[in-house]
């Protein structure tokens, strides 16, 4: 809803620009005062990654508040935790039901649904977020994959550094 208003709003002040001020350099020095605008405000809800030695790059997430160590997966369809990090986040591990067929690097294992309640990198918080979790021991790392990063606004990856853009 918010970005239907911004989009709305964004419109309205451009059609007033355009209304009030008929000259070409007053349209286009506010046009750029808008998008200046729009810019920063962007901005402040995006995150910088630094590519790690080993060529991944990694993270610091909380998970329902609690620190969690993560690895950007564009290959993992959801965000999975290590049985580890899923208990130490507080997630009801007595009611999972192990019934979702996973490869990992370590080969093949089964994992379980749940949601999220919050999942926050830097300033991009998330909530009700898909996740799985796999068994103790089936994994070492956390992934934080395509069920958040489908979520922005935009990802990408220039050298390296990854952004991470969150919707204004």
Do not use: C
């Not at 990090?85 to 996973?102: I, N, S």
Request: proline share 3%; net charge neutral.
């Amino acid at each position: 809803m918010s970005r239907f208003l911004l989009v709305l709003f964004v419109l309205a002040a451009a059609a007033g620009v355009v209304v009030t001020y008929k000259d070409p350099e007053q349209v286009a020095r506010a046009s750029d005062t808008i998008s200046e605008l729009l810019r920063k405000r962007s901005q402040g809800r995006a995150v910088q990654i630094a590519r790690a030695q080993g060529g991944e790059f990694l993270l610091k997430a909380k998970i329902n508040g609690v620190d969690a160590a993560m690895v950007i997966d564009t290959g993992a369809t959801s965000v999975v935790l290590t049985y580890e990090t899923a208990k130490a986040a507080g997630l009801p591990l007595e009611l999972l039901l192990y019934d979702v067929d996973v490869e990992t690097a370590g080969g093949h294992t089964k994992a379980a649904r749940l949601t999220l309640d919050r999942l926050a990198v830097g300033k991009l918080v998330e909530r009700s977020v898909p996740a799985l979790v796999v068994p103790h021991g089936q994994m070492k790392t956390n992934l934080l994959g395509m069920s958040f990063l489908d979520r922005l606004e935009s990802w990408e990856v220039h050298a390296d550094r990854l952004m991470l853009h969150g919707y204004p």
